[in-house]
């Protein structure tokens, strides 16, 4: 009889638990369902943690994954992408799991990992799967500088009868490549020639106004006030390393904001030509 009794008992037990598993994986979904991620993320882990017999284990991985990617934790996220990748059954599945994960990298500018993830893509795709990957394929090649290569994949999901789409795409390229002409080592040798001009090559028109009058004004100032003194030398001395903290701030300033000039303008024809694609 009291054998009987302690297998009932255990019985119960389960069967209570696996109902309180069950309830708490329900009401994380609906966490992730009102968009509370940071809840649904932490009532899934315990999920996690309680399913010994992992039950909903496998569904849970990938929905913290989506919980991180949408509170814009990609690394960690990445590392849940990996663990629900080898939960799913399906090519297709799988290839979505990867693309998540790629595009963690991608905004991580971990373009190496990213490329990696891509060559474990499936070989069978879905169409619209099989669109994603050269998509992801151009981002990758334009974050990388393979330009050449990133028009082809880009041109290519575009229909080719919408020509309008494709010569705006055509011509954003021709701008991308006048941006490479931008060289922040030109611009730091022409500030060391001129101070200002390195910051004018870039477009910066205040910062190099500023870098014009703050050295000619202490290098003119030094000048008077040494032709004026009775110890030049001394007053030289004095306003040499004011000239030379402007001076040699100007230049290596002016080759900084050559660089992120580059990188702003590239981002907006990126940009452009991803609202073409994406019409």
Known sequence: ?????????????????????????????????KKDYLGASVTYRRVIYFDKTEVYRKDCYKNIADCL????????????YELAFFQQKTDSAKAEVIFRKMS?????NNFEYAEIEL???PS????????????????????VEKYDLAKAQFLSLVDSSNIESRKKIEQLF????????????AARIMSMI???LGQFYAGDIKNGTNSIILTVGIATWGI??????????????TAAPWFQRYYMGGYKKAEQITINEKKKRRSKVYNQILDEILK
């Open 119 to 121: 060559l474990n893509l």
């Open 69 to 80: 990617y949408e509170t814009q934790q990609y690394e960690e996220a990445a590392d849940y």
């Open 174 to 185: 021709i701008k991308n490549e006048k941006i490479n002409k931008l060289n922040p080592r």
């Open 194 to 196: 001129v101070p200002g």
């Open 224 to 237: 008077m006030a040494a032709i004026k003194s009775s110890s030049p030398f001394d007053v030289l001395v």
């Open 1 to 33: 009889m009291q054998k009987i009794l302690l297998i009932l008992f255990i019985l119960i037990s389960r069967i209570s638990f696996s109902q309180d598993l069950k309830q708490s994986f329900d009401f994380a979904n609906e966490l992730f369902a």
């Open 104 to 108: 963690c990298y991608l905004i991580q």
């Open 124 to 143: 069978k795709l879905n169409t619209e799967q099989a669109k994603r990957k050269i998509f992801y394929t151009g981002v990758l090649n334009f974050s």
